[in-house]
């Protein structure tokens, strides 16, 4: 399918940049009208994972009234994070049940083994599918921001032709589909903002797994730690069975799997976001797939996507994002 560069989406003229348009959201957007019901899962390494539920009030002539829309946060977010939450509610007064589920040690209690999460650990998402088509759902969609975004992809490209008949759409936003661009985009002086936030939040967690798996996890070694990069060198490549941060970012990059995906796909991007650079999208490659629909927004930075009137409570990528699934074709 094509690539499509719009400017459907115009922010508000108080934010005129890429980083306004993405902080303003994570830090002042409010939403307290989601009540999750939250469900706990063993994972086949008796570790955990915690699902919240929020269905959406069934309507008799709500023509997908079993559907289920499956969302996958970002680094270091939650099911909590305001881009879920506010998903959540749009996706549910649309008649959709969804269910945000957070990754290892992210759901408020650490997992129980030594490993974490990351960009590439599919098998999780593929559990928490597996569980919601035991019970009952025959028509689910993903949808997934940031880490979650390239997660998915890479889920839907490992499974190929051989998708469940069941998953029937994805949407995506903000994804860095090439890891290692965009961990070393996110060192640069810039954006080191969003470095520290996210190292901040990393360094108790490691501590926390010191104690008790002091043979997988020395936390002395944080003191190495100056970069997302370096964190992913010395922690996220060993715990999870790659050799460093490049084998990691090379096996779990979204843009080596995308080729194989065989769904309507919709990956949205801004062009100003400041963590995932636009020249690190794979738009000629994109440009080749059947399936898969590669939509650059001038405007939303990472994860943003606020809409320019004050008022609004839907965001442009709430909107854009239903229009997708109920859509009967790409584009």
């Given at each position: 399918?094509?690539?499509?560069?719009?400017?459907?989406?115009?922010?508000?003229?108080?934010?005129?940049?890429?980083?306004?348009?993405?902080?303003?959201?994570?830090?002042?957007?409010?939403?307290?009208?989601?009540?999750?019901?939250?469900?706990?899962?063993?994972?086949?390494?008796?570790?955990?994972?915690?699902?919240?539920?929020?269905?959406?009030?069934?309507?008799?002539?709500?023509?997908?009234?079993?559907?289920?829309?499956?969302?996958?946060?970002?680094?270091?977010?939650?099911?909590?994070?305001?881009?879920?939450?506010?998903?959540?509610?749009?996706?549910?007064?649309?008649?959709?049940?969804?269910?945000?589920?957070?990754?290892?040690?992210?759901?408020?209690?650490?997992?129980?083994?030594?490993?974490?999460?990351?960009?590439?650990?599919?098998?999780?998402?593929?559990l928490v599918i597996q569980h919601v088509f035991e019970?009952?759902?025959?028509?689910?969609?993903?949808?997934?921001?940031?880490?979650?975004?390239?997660?998915?992809?890479?889920?839907?490209?490992?499974?190929?032709?051989?998708?469940?008949?069941?998953?029937?759409?994805?949407?995506?936003?903000?994804?860095?589909?090439?890891?290692?661009?965009?961990?070393?985009?996110?060192?640069?002086?810039?954006?080191?903002?969003?470095?520290s936030r996210f190292l901040k939040t990393l360094k108790?967690?490691?501590?926390?797994?010191?104690?008790?798996?002091?043979?997988?996890?020395?936390?002395?070694?944080?003191?190495?730690?100056?970069?997302?990069?370096?964190?992913?060198?010395?922690?996220?490549?060993?715990?999870?069975?790659?050799?460093?941060?490049?084998?990691?970012?090379?096996?779990?990059?979204?843009?080596?799997?995308?080729?194989?995906?065989?769904?309507?796909?919709?990956?949205?991007?801004?062009?100003?976001?400041?963590?995932?650079?636009?020249?690190?999208?794979?738009?000629?490659?994109?440009?080749?797939?059947?399936?898969?629909?590669?939509?650059?927004?001038?405007?939303?930075?990472?994860?943003?996507?606020?809409?320019?009137?004050?008022?609004?409570?839907?965001?442009?990528?709430?909107?854009?994002?239903?229009?997708?699934?109920?859509?009967?074709?790409?584009?």
């Amino acid at each position: 399918m094509p690539v499509i560069r719009t400017s459907n989406h115009k922010p508000p003229f108080w934010l005129p940049n890429g980083h306004l348009q993405t902080v303003y959201p994570a830090l002042f957007r409010i939403i307290n009208s989601v009540h999750y019901q939250r469900e706990r899962i063993v994972t086949p390494d008796q570790d955990f994972l915690d699902l919240d539920w929020s269905l959406a009030p069934k309507k008799p002539d709500f023509e997908g009234k079993n559907n289920l829309v499956i969302l996958s946060h970002g680094l270091e977010g939650n099911s909590t994070r305001q881009y879920i939450l506010g998903m959540v509610r749009f996706l549910n007064a649309q008649g959709y049940d969804c269910l945000a589920w957070n990754f290892r040690s992210c759901s408020g209690e650490m997992n129980k083994t030594s490993r974490f999460y990351h960009s590439g650990a599919t098998e999780d998402l593929d559990l928490v599918i597996q569980h919601v088509f035991e019970k009952g759902y025959t028509h689910v969609d993903l949808l997934g921001f940031s880490l979650g975004g390239n997660l998915t992809l890479k889920y839907l490209g490992e499974k190929g032709a051989g998708i469940d008949p069941g998953i029937k759409k994805t949407v995506v936003f903000s994804v860095p589909m090439d890891l290692k661009a965009c961990s070393l985009e996110i060192v640069k002086p810039q954006n080191r903002l969003y470095q520290s936030r996210f190292l901040k939040t990393l360094k108790p967690k490691v501590d926390q797994k010191a104690v008790h798996f002091p043979g997988d996890i020395n936390p002395a070694d944080f003191k190495f730690v100056a970069t997302l990069y370096d964190f992913d060198d010395i922690f996220t490549a060993p715990l999870h069975g790659f050799q460093n941060a490049d084998h990691y970012y090379e096996m779990s990059s979204a843009m080596f799997f995308v080729k194989n995906i065989t769904i309507p796909t919709l990956i949205v991007n801004a062009a100003n976001d400041p963590i995932v650079p636009v020249n690190s999208l794979p738009v000629g490659l994109i440009n080749t797939l059947p399936h898969v629909l590669l939509e650059i927004s001038d405007f939303g930075g990472h994860c943003g996507f606020r809409p320019s009137g004050l008022f609004q409570t839907n965001y442009w990528s709430e909107l854009r994002a239903l229009e997708f699934l109920r859509s009967e074709s790409l584009l």
